[in-house]
Nanobody, 116 residues
């Protein structure tokens, strides 16, 4: 079992920055991938960024050049640095972890609101 707790969301003006964190606890010794998803009101959940166990990263086209995913293995924490935020980035952001045996775990989400 893995428990995930996101933090760092809030209200920010367009052009501003936020850093989201996702703290993992429990059976945290082996991850195959960690990712951030988001879900805006009335829309489906979408992948924002992913980082593999090897450190490879991939981003949604809509956030490339503005968001950076990273992890601190010693702290079992995943991060999402979000710069140049736009109103369309407003959503609930979720952390997802896929452990080595294939099970996936989700956090409960943190709300990001970007005002124009």
């Amino acid at each position: 079992q893995v428990q995930l707790v996101e933090s760092g969301g809030g209200l920010v003006q367009a052009g501003g920055s936020l850093r989201l964190s996702c703290a993992a606890s429990g059976d945290t010794f082996c991850f195959s991938a960690m990712a951030w998803y988001r879900q805006a009101p009335g829309k489906e959940r979408e992948l924002v960024a992913v980082i593999t166990s090897g450190g490879s990263t991939n981003y949604a086209d809509s956030v490339k050049g503005r968001f950076t995913i990273s992890r601190d293995n010693a702290k079992n924490t995943l991060y999402l640095q979000m710069n140049s935020l736009k109103p369309e980035d407003t959503a609930v952001y979720y952390c997802k972890v896929v452990v080595c045996h294939g099970m996936a775990y989700w956090g409960k989400g943190t709300l990001v609101t970007v005002s124009s």
